[in-house]
């Protein structure tokens, strides 16, 4: 069963770092998300991805953060002078459509500790 | 904004009994109404979805309801098993980009 791969599973930086999440969505998907989860919460929406740009953000995704799809496969996050409170489990997801809307597919996960 | 409130935040039950985890949403526009089961440290799994356009939807010993006037909608298993325990969490999805707006979840506990 195709699924959707995230790395790295842990990453543990320095506030003020900047960090790059790598997720490879299914292959024939064409819509990509990231959300995250801080610890014991909800999962939260950050940003969606359609034929190579930001279709909607959420007020989280401040310029801070940044998506991009570097080559065919990958999706990736850019969180840049990370905080303490970015701390959480980032979650990447695809799609295979949105007009009549589909299952998300969730990976894995990324987990950042800022320290 | 979107807005979907979830109840209760945690619910115990015997193995055996049934669970009932209920949702509202803000957005009237909203059309689609997945439920996710999340253990401990993985990924939410889609366990059932329902569509705007159906009022009921079962799978097994999970059923979903869908009230679109009251704006609520709710997860119902039957039949719970220790292995049910998990954070369950309701979504509401609105518009064109697929966007997910989560509930602050349910930890289910099934007591054997």
């Known amino acids: 069963e195709p699924e959707v791969t995230q790395t790295p599973s842990h990453q543990v930086t320095q506030m003020g770092q900047e960090v790059i999440l790598r997720c490879v969505p299914i292959s024939n998907h064409l819509y990509f998300y990231w959300y995250r989860q801080i610890l014991g919460q909800k999962v939260e929406f950050l940003v969606s991805?359609?034929?190579?740009?930001?279709?909607?953000k959420s007020e989280i995704f401040d310029d801070q953060f940044s998506v991009e799809r570097p080559d065919g496969s990958n999706f990736t996050l850019k969180i840049r002078s990370t905080k303490l409170e970015d701390s959480a489990m980032y979650f990447c997801a695809s799609s295979e459509l949105t007009w009549d809307v589909g299952e998300l597919f969730f990976g894995e996960g990324s987990r950042l500790t800022v320290l | 904004g979107e807005n979907v409130e979830q109840h209760p935040s945690t619910l115990s039950v015997q193995e055996g009994d049934s669970a009932v985890i209920k949702c509202t949403y803000s957005d009237s526009a909203s059309n689609y109404f997945p439920w996710y089961k999340q253990e401990l440290g993985k990924r939410p799994q889609l366990i059932i979805d329902i569509r705007s356009n159906v009022g009921e939807k079962k799978d097994q010993r999970i059923a979903v309801t869908l009230n679109k006037t009251a704006k609520h909608f709710s997860l119902h298993i039957t039949e719970t098993q220790p292995e049910d325990s998990a954070v369950y969490f309701c979504a509401a999805s609105s518009g064109n980009t697929g966007k997910l707006i989560f509930g602050q979840g349910t930890t289910l506990q099934v007591k054997p």
């Open positions: 991805f359609y034929n190579n740009e930001i279709s909607e």
